[in-house]
C-alpha cells in the first residue's frame, strides 16, 4: 500500500535520498565499504560534511558573510543549552511561543537572566504574540521560528540591538527569508533536514568569544569551528543523508522553488479544514503555520470513524501532540502535494458519510 507520511519528526525524506543512503550503507563511494564502517577523517567522508556545510550556506544565502555552518549532536535540545552557554553574560530576551521556547528558556535560565518578552501560554499556545516591546542592550534575542507541536509560525521578525538567535528546527530550507538578519541558527535535522542524530548550527562568528565564563570543548562553538566540524566523531550517517536531502533540493531550485510548493500544499489543507463544517482549525488564521497543520473535529464522537478512514487510506503519523489534542498534518519538503490530496479526500468522504 502507497503510504503518506504527516509525520511530525522524525520526517518523511524524499525517496531518492533513501535510496542513496542505504546503498552508501552497504557500499559507499564504490569502495567496497560501508559508510558507517569508515573513518569519518577518510577523504572520502571529509568531502560529504564539507559539502554538507557548504550546501546549507548556499541555500540559506549566506556565504561569504562572515557565517560557519556546522553539524553537531545532541539535537536541538543540546542547542538550547549551547546557545545559553556560548552568549548569555546578563541577561537574554525570550519570545514564549511554545513548548520548545518554554524549553530553551529552563535551559538559558541556567546560565543568566532571562526576559520572557511575550508569551501565549495563556491561550495554549494558539498564537504568535505581537507588538512587544525588545529592550535595548540584550545579550541575544531567542526566538522559535515554528511552533511544531501547536501549529504556529512567525512571519515577522523584530528588529533587535543584539544578537537574534532562531530554533528553526522545523520549518528550516521550507521557505525564503532574508536569513542574514539572524546571527545564529539551529535545528535538529529530524524535521526537515534529514534522520534525527545530527543539528545544523548556522552562527556569524563575530558573535563568538563574548561571555567571561569557561565553556567546556564540547559545549563550544568556536572549538566546533575550528576543527571543521570534526571536534570528534561526527553522526556520519545523519549528516551523509542531511547532504543527500540538501543536494535534492539545490537540484530542485533550492529553496525558491521548494517555498510555492508548500504554499500550495498549506493552502489545500486550511482550505478544506475552513470550509468543512465538521472541522476546527487550532491556530489562529493570521499565525497557522504551513508545516504542521493542527485541527480537530468538531464533534469528537467522529473521533473512531474518521480515525479509521484515513488509516485505511495509507496516511500515517495524523495524531496531535498530546498537549493539543485533535490532528496534526506535517507538511515537510518532501511530502507530496498528492500526499495532501489524498487526506483532503479522506476529510471529505468522512463528511458525506457524516
Ligand atoms: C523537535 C524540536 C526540538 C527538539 O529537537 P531535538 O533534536 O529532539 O532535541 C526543538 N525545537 C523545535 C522547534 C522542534 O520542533
Redesign the pocket.
Known amino acids: 500500500m502507497q503510504r503518506h507520511n504527516f509525520s511530525a519528526?522524525p520526517c518523511i525524506l524524499p525517496k531518492s535520498v533513501m535510496e542513496q543512503a542505504a546503498a552508501a550503507v552497504l557500499d559507499f563511494n564504490d569502495s567496497g565499504l560501508s559508510l558507517i564502517e569508515i573513518s569519518h577523517r577518510s577523504p572520502d567522508f571529509v568531502s560529504v560534511i564539507e559539502e554538507a556545510r557548504s550546501l546549507a550556506l548556499e541555500l540559506l544565502g549566506l556565504e561569504n558573510q562572515g557565517y560557519q555552518a556546522l553539524f553537531l549532536q545532541g539535537?536541538?535540545?543540546?542547542g538550547f543549552l549551547m546557545t545559553a552557554f556560548n552568549l548569555l553574560q546578563n541577561k537574554a530576551g525570550y519570545l514564549n511561543t511554545g513548548t520548545?521556547s518554554s524549553k530553551a528558556i529552563k535551559e538559558a535560565k541556567l546560565f543568566g537572566k532571562v526576559e520572557e518578552l511575550a508569551s501565549s501560554k495563556n491561550a495554549n499556545f494558539n498564537y504568535i504574540p505581537k507588538g512587544y516591546a525588545v529592550p535595548k542592550g540584550l545579550d541575544f534575542v531567542h526566538l522559535?521560528s515554528?511552533?511544531?507541536i501547536f501549529g504556529t509560525q512567525l512571519f515577522e521578525f523584530p528588529e533587535t540591538d543584539c544578537p537574534l538567535v532562531c530554533?528553526m528546527?522545523?520549518d528550516i530550507f521550507s521557505r525564503e527569508l532574508d536569513f542574514s538578519q539572524f546571527d545564529l541558527i539551529y535545528a535538529?535535522a529530524?524535521?526537515n533536514m534529514g534522520p534525527?542524530g545530527t543539528?545544523l548550527v548556522v552562527v556569524k562568528e563575530e558573535i563568538l568569544g563574548q561571555v567571561s565564563r569557561t565553556i567546556p570543548s564540547m559545549m563550544d562553538f568556536q572549538v566546533h569551528i575550528a576543527k571543521d566540524s570534526m571536534f570528534n566523531t561526527p553522526s556520519v550517517f545523519a549528516v551523509y543523508t542531511s547532504m543527500l536531502t540538501l543536494r535534492w533540493l539545490k537540484d530542485l531550485g533550492g529553496i525558491k522553488a521548494i517555498a510555492p510548493i508548500n504554499d500550495k500544499k498549506a493552502e489545500l489543507l486550511y482550505n478544506e479544514i475552513d470550509r468543512n463544517p465538521l472541522f476546527t482549525g487550532f491556530a489562529k488564521t493570521d499565525d497557522r503555520s504551513k508545516m504542521n497543520a493542527t485541527f480537530n473535529l468538531v464533534d469528537a464522537s467522529g473521533k473512531e470513524r474518521f480515525d479509521q478512514l484515513w488509516q485505511k487510506a495509507g496516511i500515517n503519523g495524523l495524531a496531535g501532540h498530546r498537549s493539543v489534542g485533535g490532528y496534526r498534518a506535517s507538511m515537510y519538503n518532501a511530502l507530496p502535494i498528492d500526499s495532501v490530496q489524498v487526506l483532503v479526500d479522506v476529510i471529505q468522504s468522512f463528511e458525506k458519510d457524516y
Open positions: 519528526g539535537g536541538a535540545s543540546t520548545w522559535t515554528n511552533n511544531t530554533d528546527s522545523s535538529g529530524q524535521k534525527a543539528t
